[in-house]
């Protein structure tokens, strides 16, 4: 699976959009972007996930460059529950064995 | 996570006792693991089932057995505990995507 490189921490103002980067350049062409947050010492909770086009849901965007490289999770209004660890991982997906190989993560801080 | 349940949620061990951490699932998921997660660290693969019967080591396996023998049920073992081993276990399970249970806090004394 390929390695992922995140800042190690960022702020953010409430009820501002928050973007975390992440960089995959050694991504292959069938493997997929997760992302996952973990709020203080629960299990991790997925949130989005793409191939090659930006996805959106209820919780998030995903923003997947050209060259998928790179990518950003975009959290458009955070609040302060959103104040957590978010870990940017590259894998197969859950059609393969679905192992997840985390790094340390982006600790976002929202602050009011 | 409702179906899925981890247990026990804390425990605290002397080194050399063994104990067994279980994940039971009635939602039928054929994909489940086990990570451990060291302060500050993010979640590291022990070991990992594709089904019933069948399991594999994950990123670091040393130290931990596991079981498969029922789908619904997952199982780690520490045949021998070490201090090495103090963290939090996560038990984990595939859906429409990845899932985690709330975490064993396993302290060896």
């Known amino acids: 699976d390929a390695k992922t490189t995140q800042p190690p921490s960022m702020d953010c103002a409430e009820g501002r959009a928050a973007n975390l980067p992440c960089n995959h350049s050694?991504?292959?062409?069938?493997?997929?972007v997760y992302w996952y947050r973990q709020i203080h010492s629960q299990g991790p909770q997925y949130i989005i996930h793409?191939?090659?086009n930006n996805e959106t849901n209820e919780m998030a965007s995903l923003i997947i460059t050209e060259d998928r490289k790179s990518s950003t999770l975009i959290l458009p209004h955070a609040t302060l529950r959103d104040t957590a660890v978010y870990y940017c991982?590259?894998?197969?997906?859950?059609?393969?064995?679905?192992?997840?190989?985390f790094g340390q993560g982006t600790t976002l801080q929202v602050k009011p | 996570n409702a179906g899925v349940t981890q247990t026990p949620k804390f425990r605290v061990l002397k080194t050399g006792q063994s104990m067994t951490l279980l994940c039971a699932q009635d939602?039928?998921?054929?994909?489940m693991y086990w990570y451990r997660q060291d302060p500050g660290m993010g979640l590291r693969l022990i070991h990992y089932?594709?089904?019933?019967?069948?399991?594999a080591k994950g990123e670091v396996p040393d130290g931990y057995n596991v079981s498969r023998l029922k789908k619904q049920n997952f199982l780690l073992g520490l045949e021998s505990a070490a201090p090495s081993q103090t963290s939090v276990y996560f038990c984990?399970?595939?859906?429409?995507?990845?899932?985690f249970g709330p975490g064993t806090r396993l302290t060896v004394t």
């Open positions: 991982i590259v894998t197969y997906g859950s059609s393969n064995t679905g192992k997840l190989i």
């Open positions: 050694t991504i292959s062409g069938n493997e997929y």
């Open positions: 793409g191939l090659k």
């Open positions: 939602m039928n998921h054929e994909y």
């Open positions: 089932s594709v089904g019933e019967g069948t399991t």
């Open positions: 984990g399970w595939t859906g429409y995507e990845q899932y």
